[in-house]
């Protein structure tokens, strides 16, 4: 029992270390594209900046996308699950749980493969000719982490323990 | 099966799995993902959730939403609110129920710098609450105010509601943000009037506040002036085509933080904070529209949507009346869920439908803002009642919804004026 709340706060203090890069990519996409408007104004805007945003922006998402679910952040209607008893509460978490575990898993691996066919076909942004695997990668990275803390907040619930 | 079966059972298990509290965007994705690879095969299916997380995940137009997060995250954190407050404050503080009218003047100006209902009545709450309350404010006028206030926060451009909706629609952000204007507008004030009668009625609940000079109303003024430069500038850049919406935001959201660097508002941990924020709401935002791309492209190759409208068609009804009953849906639908989640789910079922029975599909955008902003409002799930309730804490919540029932009335009413003229939403995108 101790091991796991000890893993708990290793995969938390993961996830949290993981969104500063997301932090800061939200940082640059707003630095960057203010910048471009700016010397777009003095007649030399950056060129590619409309790619480096849309990619950067993957990473905002991807890298927050574990942080998020230890938060409890993303949506959902909480209030008839939470009228009933604590034993059909948890079977649901726990269901819960491992249908998005399956689903991040699947698109992780798909995502990873897709990344490697960008690779070998070398794919690249038209302006800059950046290689888009890299961030295709990040996205199956942020998702296999997600996929991690699923599987806590399954094991949380099986034990009945509370996470949170 | 049928694809049209198919797509049922997908949908019927969708609305089921809802309210197991499984999260929205999660719960899109698996059930698209699922019923396409059912329908076609599960290669091509696999194939599906890679290339659309990647093409919405990696999307330019779609950075839009975080930027414009973090442009009201900052501005939560600038101290702005405030300043809005005090000069409503002294300008018309001095009448009965003053105050709450000037929370009102308030959460309008506050909602022309950020696009969220929540974060509009969480900042305001903190910034009014105090002051009606050493005013001797009741506190049921003082939380249903500020409550029903934020929704004037995704009502009045930048909202990210509309962000979304233009997204999924392929309607324009800039003519939806203008589309929005007017009716917000004239929800401040219907909520200023349900406010003045509301006095009227029961005197003790708003007593006047202090008299301010003739000179220190004219001072004050210079509160809103902020605010106003960077209204200006972020949608004067959009609504004249200078900027992208990306960029409209990312202007937006660095000029609130010059605002609040010069302010010395804003600490390293305020920054970080209003970043994490905005990862967080981000996050959440982006991981539901991923999901209803993906659950989009399993509806449109079961045939449901088309399949919907002609059964519709069908009945011969006048589409006045059609309309009633999809704005039925999202009333009784936004009191149990979030109204982004709401509009994001039923956008691909409904909308072939609106743009069959001939509406503006700007106008519907707008619409169905203003009705699922009643259900932020009204129980069992009212999030901005819970928002200022986590404010005021010696409030009980029942006490809140009390509050809020006038400010429901002004709502119904704006529904009802905007349902019989359309041209209020439509005036101003006409005009560009």
Redesign the interface.
């Known amino acids: 029992m101790i091991s796991f709340l000890r893993i708990h706060n290793i995969v938390a203090r993961t996830a949290e270390k993981i969104?500063w890069i997301?932090?800061?990519a939200?940082?640059f996409?707003?630095?960057?594209?203010?910048a471009?408007?700016i010397m777009r104004f003095f007649g030399s805007p950056f060129p590619g900046t409309?790619?480096i945003?849309?990619?950067v922006?993957?990473l905002?998402?991807?890298?927050?996308?574990p942080?998020?679910s230890i938060?409890k952040?993303?949506?959902?209607?909480?209030?008839?699950?939470q009228r009933l008893p604590q034993t059909p509460m948890r079977v649901?978490?726990m269901?819960?749980a491992f249908?998005?575990m399956?689903?991040f898993g699947?698109?992780s691996w798909?995502?990873a493969?897709?990344a490697g066919s960008l690779m070998e076909s070398g794919v690249v942004s038209p302006t800059l000719e950046m290689p888009l695997y890299p961030?295709?990668y990040g996205?199956a990275i942020g998702?296999a982490l997600l996929c991690v803390v699923l599987f806590m907040e399954f094991l949380g619930a099986l034990l009945g323990r509370e996470t949170e | 099966m049928t694809p049209t079966t198919i797509g049922i059972i997908g949908t019927a298990t969708l609305f089921i799995l809802?309210?197991?509290?499984?999260?929205?965007?999660?719960l899109m994705?698996?059930i698209g993902?699922v019923g396409f690879g059912y329908i076609v095969s599960f290669d091509a299916s696999?194939?599906l959730?890679?290339?659309d997380?990647?093409a919405v995940?990696?999307?330019?137009s779609?950075?839009v939403i975080?930027?414009f997060v973090?442009m009201g995250q900052l501005a939560f954190h600038s101290g702005i609110s405030s300043r809005l407050f005090d000069t409503a404050y002294k300008l018309i503080g001095h009448l009965p129920g003053g105050l709450a009218m000037a929370t009102i003047g308030a959460c309008a100006g506050f909602a022309a710098i950020c696009g969220s209902t929540n974060a509009t009545a969480a900042t305001m709450a903190a910034a009014t609450l105090p002051e009606m309350k050493r005013y001797n404010y009741k506190p049921e006028l003082a939380t249903g105010v500020v409550a029903a206030g934020g929704s004037l926060g995704i009502l009045i451009p930048p909202s990210v509601i509309f962000i979304v909706y233009g997204i999924l629609t392929e309607q324009s952000i800039g003519d939806l943000f203008l589309a929005g204007i007017l009716p917000g507008i004239i929800l401040s004030i219907l909520f200023i009037l349900s406010i003045i009668i509301w006095v009227k009625l029961r005197p003790e609940l708003g007593p006047r506040g202090p008299k301010t000079s003739f000179k220190e109303k004219v001072a004050s003024v210079s509160g809103v002036s902020e605010t106003l430069v960077i209204f200006i500038l972020v949608m004067g850049g959009l609504f004249g085509g200078i900027?992208t919406p990306?960029?409209a935001g990312?202007?937006g959201?660095?000029a609130t933080?010059i605002v609040a660097l010069l302010r010395r508002n804003l600490s390293w941990k305020g920054f970080?904070d209003a970043?994490?924020e905005?990862?967080?709401?981000?996050?959440?935002i982006?991981?539901?529209v991923a999901g209803a791309t993906i659950f989009g492209h399993f509806l449109a190759i079961s045939r449901i949507p088309y399949d919907i409208a002609e059964w519709i068609a069908s009945f011969n009804l006048p589409p006045a009346i059609i309309m009633c009953m999809i704005l039925g849906v999202y009333f009784i639908g936004g009191c149990?869920?979030?109204a982004?989640?709401l509009i994001m789910l039923t956008i691909p079922i409904f909308y072939p439908v609106v743009i069959q029975f001939g509406y503006d599909p700007v106008w519907f955008g707008v619409i169905i803002v203003l009705v699922t902003q009643i259900g932020v409002i009204t129980p069992?799930?009212g999030v901005n009642v819970y928002v200022v309730s986590g404010v005021a804490r010696d409030v009980p919540l029942n006490l809140i919804f009390k509050g809020v029932l006038p400010m429901l009335a002004a709502m119904i009413i704006a529904t009802g004026i905007l349902i019989c003229f359309p041209q209020i939403a439509l005036f101003l995108p006409g005009l560009l």
């Open positions: 969104n997301s932090a800061a939200v940082a996409i707003m630095f960057l594209t203010t471009d408007v409309y790619e945003v849309g990619l922006g993957a905002v998402i991807s890298f927050s996308l942080y998020t938060k952040g993303h949506i959902a209607v909480e209030f008839l699950v649901i978490n269901v819960n249908i998005a399956f689903l699947v698109i798909q995502t493969l897709y961030f295709v996205i998702c | 809802l309210f197991m509290r499984m999260p929205v965007g999660f994705a698996i993902f696999l194939h959730v890679a290339k997380m990647f995940f990696g999307s330019y779609l950075t975080p930027l973090l900027f990306t960029e990312a202007v959201a660095f933080l970080s970043l994490f905005t990862t967080r709401i981000s996050c959440m982006m991981v539901i149990f869920i979030d982004l989640a069992p799930v």
